[in-house]
Nanobody, 120 residues
Framework: VQLVESGGGLVQPGGSLRLSCAAS????????MGWYRQAPGKQRELVAE???????NYADSVKGRFAITRDNAKNTVYLQMNSLKPEDTADYYC???????????????WGQGTRVTVSS
């Protein structure tokens, strides 16, 4: 299973970015998809995740500013980030919790990361 991310970059405070993550490969079903981030010198933290049921969980720091959506037909998850702040600067990593068939298993898969820099 491969995850390919796109959409990071440099943006001014108050600006917006949209991240995308597409999963491909030996996928029977994707249980959860989401985004984590890791700022320099800090631990990786959950930003947002969406379950197959549609249930969504956000970090308190991004509630009201970020929106996660999922296109099951495309095995793709999106993160719309609005009102960006300098403290949102980090490497953003996509995660997919995937049921595979060969062999049958449930595993976490990670993208390579995309950098978001919020600076004037």
């Amino acid at each position: 299973v491969q995850l390919v991310e796109s959409g990071g970059g440099l943006v001014q405070p108050g600006g917006s970015l949209r991240l995308s993550c597409a999963a491909s490969g030996n996928i029977f079903k994707i249980d959860r998809m989401g985004w984590y981030r890791q700022a320099p010198g800090k631990q990786r933290e959950l930003v947002a995740e969406v379950a197959d049921s549609g249930s969504i969980n956000y970090a308190d720091s991004v509630k009201g500013r970020f929106a996660i959506t999922r296109d099951n037909a495309k095995n793709t998850v999106y993160l719309q980030m609005n009102s960006l702040k300098p403290e949102d600067t980090a490497d953003y990593y996509c995660i997919a919790v995937v049921w595979t068939t060969s062999p049958p298993s449930l595993q976490d898969y990670w993208g390579q990361g995309t950098r978001v820099t919020v600076s004037s």
